[in-house]
């Protein structure tokens, strides 16, 4: 036998003696079979038991077949279910009525037994085909859709090692790279940015300070506060690290330029390099400045000890150690205060790699 032996077969029909006639003949030819005596049952029954095919009746009381074919089709549970119209009529119009109903075939009444099962046949081979084209979709969408995380994940282990090349050279403060992603979710994430522009800054946010691999270290690694002119030597990491990242295609990189070159400027106009102000800083700007430096309050520094979380967090919310409120951006400021403990978590929990 040609057809699959567990495919269902629902007839929509008023008629009950040429559903019970037609049921016979699928039935004896090895298909399941299911009835409804009108539109409205046959829907009901095409989202629950979910036939292979269905045969319609056109003319019903209430809900006709054009009609009922129109719900089935706009239905996305039963939109893909191949539906064969019954009709006395043998006229065009019904036909092209038909068709444009959604109907994929048309059987006159009283239907010929062998037509009947050679049409049932044939549609449901088409469906069969039709459905492993599809799973095939879906298994080379979800073979794409995990190579894509695998590639994603090798490109974060990538971009966290090369970013060492910038930070390997202090003990104490390289780790810091693996834990800026988690602290930039949390932020892109109350900040209502989803998608692929939240995996973007996820996956650049750790390549801020790849500037200061043209730091010497004599002033990278001093353990003191930095003289005037090494300091302006020192804030040159944010320009240098854009120098690196500019000019690439890659959405990735360009976010990553957007960090580097703005990590440092401040919501009141007082940051470097360029002292922009509020929201002519870029997003990747104002989200780094506040996570970078609550991220530097609690690691040690050739010039600081480590604070802990509790005076990390007023240094950074209510001022001191040359930092104020005013720095950032308020939104970011507050969304801060309210995950203080996910970033307490993210620093406890991230110390190695």
């Not at 049921?23 to 539109?39: C, I, K, P, T, Y």
């Not at 720095?327 to 991230?350: C, G, N, V, Y």
């Amino acid at each position: 036998m040609s057809h699959e032996p567990h495919e269902k077969i629902l007839m929509v029909d008023d008629d009950a003696l040429v559903t019970e006639v037609i049921g016979a003949v699928l039935r004896s030819n090895g298909f399941r079979f299911e009835s409804a005596s009108d539109g409205v049952e046959g829907l009901l029954k095409a989202r629950d038991l979910h036939p292979d095919l269905i045969f319609l009746d056109i003319s019903m009381p209430g809900m006709d077949g054009f009609q009922t074919c129109r719900r089935l089709r706009e239905d996305s549970v039963t939109r893909k279910i191949p539906v064969v119209m019954l009709t006395a009529d043998t006229d065009r119009e019904s036909r092209i009525k038909a068709l444009e109903a959604g109907a994929n075939d048309f059987l006159t009444k009283p239907v010929d037994n062998t037509e009947l099962v050679v049409r049932a046949n044939n549609l449901l081979k088409t469906k069969r085909y039709q459905d492993s084209l599809e799973e095939q979709g879906r298994i080379l969408e979800r073979q794409v859709q995990e190579r894509t995380r695998q590639l994603m994940e090798s490109l974060l282990e990538t971009v966290q090692r090369l970013t060492l090349a910038s930070e390997y050279r202090d003990v104490d403060s390289y780790v810091h790279v693996k834990r800026i992603s988690y602290y930039t979710e949390v932020v892109v994430k109350s900040l209502g940015i989803s998608g692929e522009e939240a995996d973007i800054m996820f996956y650049a946010s750790p390549m801020h300070d790849i500037g200061k691999v043209g730091i010497p270290d004599a002033i990278l690694l001093k353990p003191g506060i930095l003289t005037d002119e090494e300091f302006e030597i020192m804030k040159t990491h944010t320009t240098i690290g854009a120098r690196i990242l500019r000019g690439s295609g890659s959405p990735y990189l360009k976010s990553a330029e957007r960090f580097a070159l703005c990590h440092h400027e401040r919501w009141d106009g007082t940051g470097y390099p360029q002292g922009l102000k509020g929201e002519a800083i870029p997003i990747e700007g104002r989200i780094m400045n506040l996570i970078d430096q609550y991220d530097a309050l609690r690691s040690k520094r050739p010039y600081k000890p480590p604070f802990d979380h509790e005076r990390a967090v007023a240094i950074l919310t209510g001022g001191g150690h040359r930092t104020n409120p005013g720095h950032f951006d308020p939104r970011i400021l507050q969304i801060f205060k309210d995950s203080a403990e996910k970033f307490r978590e993210i620093f406890e929990t991230h110390q190695s790699w």
